[in-house]
């Protein structure tokens, strides 16, 4: 029975990797003028502050100039999300939609920190659709480490094996296989390992296509349950 599902914010239910971390990364270093590729860009989606800087020192040394990529990027972010308006990824609306409709309870669990994760979910408009959201200013560790993921499952005191998480990234594929989550990924900008994908339920191009999934599961499983019910 899958009676909670855990859902990644960034590049998964909103196009804001793809609209402007990515994007505004690439026009930021140009501006500055030390540029970034955007493989580079997409690569960092989904971790931690400190896995971002040290894998911006790895890959273009001890002297980038971090710090002003930083603050002429996270103000260019911050305005984007005060005053545009941000897309939802397609099929978002009505996967949210479908869970409220049968009774599964929601959480999102992103890295993204507090004050942003307020402002996407207002811009957007779903924050009405989760029971519960856990952001990167709620934990130790970042993905790779699935203590966003286990968090978010322990807040309902519910077995593990009754939730189901949805990534799109690296990051949370692998955080979801370490804290031993059922997970579907959502296939979109991040390369993805074969452990990555062969570890998930499935790999998909479109959230919506886990539906008859979710819904086949949750009848076989009452079916179960009532026949073990009546013998």
């Known amino acids: 029975m899958i009676k909670l599902i855990v859902f990644d914010m960034d590049g998964l239910l909103v196009d ?14 140009e501006e500055i003028g030390h540029p970034v590729a955007q493989e580079f860009l997409i690569s960092l989606m989904g971790g931690s502050w400190d896995s971002y800087l040290r894998h911006f020192k790895e890959e273009y040394g001890e002297d980038y ?3 002003a990529y930083w603050d002429r990027y996270s103000e260019r ?36 920190k507090q004050e942003m994760t307020e402002k996407v979910l207002k811009n957007t408009g779903i ?16 993905k790779p480490d699935p203590e966003l ?19 799109d990234g690296h990051n949370g ?12 990924m959502v296939q979109d900008l991040a390369h993805l390992t074969e452990e990555d ?4 339920i499935m790999v998909i191009d479109d959230i919506r296509k886990a539906i008859p999934y979710i819904r086949k599961e949750n009848e076989r499983t009452a079916g179960i349950q009532a026949a073990t019910q009546e013998s």
Do not use: W
């Not at 999300?81 to 309870?105: T, Y």
């Not at 594929?173 to 579907?184: L, P, S």
């Open 173 to 184: 594929a692998q955080a979801a296989i370490r804290g031993h989550c059922r997970y579907i």
């Open 77 to 112: 972010i911050r305005y984007i999300v005060e005053n545009e308006q941000l897309r939802l990824r397609p099929g978002a609306q009505e996967i949210l939609a479908f869970c409220k409709e049968n009774g599964i309870r929601t959480a999102i669990a992103t890295t993204t």
């Open 197 to 200: 994908k062969s570890n998930a």
């Open 149 to 167: 993921f286990l968090k978010a499952i322990a807040h309902f005191d519910l077995p593990i094996e009754e939730a189901l998480v949805f990534e």
């Open 127 to 142: 924050g009405h659709y989760f029971d519960f959201v856990i952001n990167g200013s709620m934990v130790s560790h970042s």
């Open 65 to 67: 100039p971090i710090d």
């Open 16 to 29: 804001s990797e793809r609209q402007i971390y990515v994007r505004v990364g690439m026009e930021v270093s």
